[in-house]
Each structure stands twice: as structure tokens, then as C-alpha cells.
């Protein structure tokens, strides 16, 4: 867990919103041990986690595809090859949509916009030395134009089917 008190309040702070903001049917599911509160999302969401991340064509078309996900800092990093169809797509319009789903035990929703990390941004060594550390070697290794993502959500909810069994199970029973 790399997260800030500050990080997991903030974090807190967008799930309540996002919730409260979601439609009669998202609650109807989403509700009671269903809701994933912060500090649970950051306890399992460590690793690399597959998230199904969705972007537009500028014909308006949807394009779905996946990739690794590192939640860090209470919000997603992923990567790609700056020659992908969806790097073109979040260069010309960096609104994207982000899931993360573990069968029926575990979800995560969100919809935010992403932005390129550079050298000189605060996080990048960071999230570099975390990335080279997970895969064993710097992803900047792995092609000539790969790029790193911050992802900002500005609207998220996190889901768990039975919230307790899941966190027993996982060794984060509270």
C-alpha cells in the first residue's frame, strides 16, 4: 500500500460521491457489504491487475481493450505502446473508461480522464522504479515508444458480491 491518509480520504470522499450520484438501478446492486470503501480497494488492489479500458475513435466509435493496471497512489497507472490504436485515441481525447472485474467477487467502475506521465512529473520515478520492481525490468524497455498513464477518475464505485467472505478470503478480513 503506497497510499497517503490524505490519498485514501480523497479516495473515500470520490466513492461516496460517485455512489450517491449513481442511477436507482446502480444502487439497487450496489448497496450495504456490496460497497467497497477505500481502504478496502487499496488492500486489493495491489499488483497488477488486468483492466478492461475503454476509448473513443474520432468517428465516435467504442473501442474496448486491456491492459496492466497498478493502482497506486488511490488511483490506476497503466501503459502502452505509444504506435497503439488507443494511445492515438487518449492523445485526441483522454476521457477513457476504466474497469476492473474479478469474476463476480470484485469490480471496480470508473470514468475519468488519463494523462501522460513524464520525466519531470513528481510520480515518475516512483511509478517507474514500481513498475521496473514488478516486472523486473523498466517497461521503457520494452518498445520504442511506450508510454505511462495517470489516470484521474472523476467518478468511481468499487463492488464486492460479499464484501466480507472476499476480504476473509484474501487475508484482509477487518
Do not use: C
Amino acid at each position: 500500500m503506497r497510499e497517503t491518509p490524505d490519498e485514501i480520504t480523497r479516495l473515500q470522499d470520490l466513492l461516496d460521491r460517485s455512489h450517491a450520484q449513481a442511477t436507482e438501478h446502480l444502487r439497487a446492486i450496489i448497496h450495504g457489504d456490496r460497497v467497497l470503501r477505500a481502504d478496502d480497494l487499496v488492500a486489493l488492489l495491489t499488483g497488477m491487475r488486468v483492466l478492461s479500458l475503454a476509448t473513443v475513435t474520432a468517428e465516435g466509435h467504442p473501442r474496448v481493450s486491456a491492459v496492466d493496471g497498478h493502482f497506486l497512489h488511490a488511483t490506476w497507472s497503466f501503459s502502452t505502446s505509444g504506435t497503439a490504436a488507443k494511445a492515438r485515441h487518449m492523445k485526441a481525447r483522454p476521457d477513457v473508461s476504466v474497469a476492473h472485474v474479478d469474476n463476480e467477487k470484485l469490480a471496480v467502475f470508473s470514468h475519468g480522464r488519463v494523462e501522460p506521465l513524464a520525466e519531470d512529473d513528481p510520480e515518475w520515478d516512483e511509478t517507474l522504479a514500481y513498475w521496473t520492481g514488478h516486472y523486473g525490468s523498466s517497461p521503457l524497455s520494452w518498445g520504442d515508444e511506450i508510454v505511462l498513464y495517470r489516470y484521474m477518475p472523476h467518478w468511481m464505485v468499487g463492488y464486492a458480491w460479499k464484501r466480507a467472505e472476499l476480504m476473509a478470503e484474501r487475508g484482509l478480513d477487518r
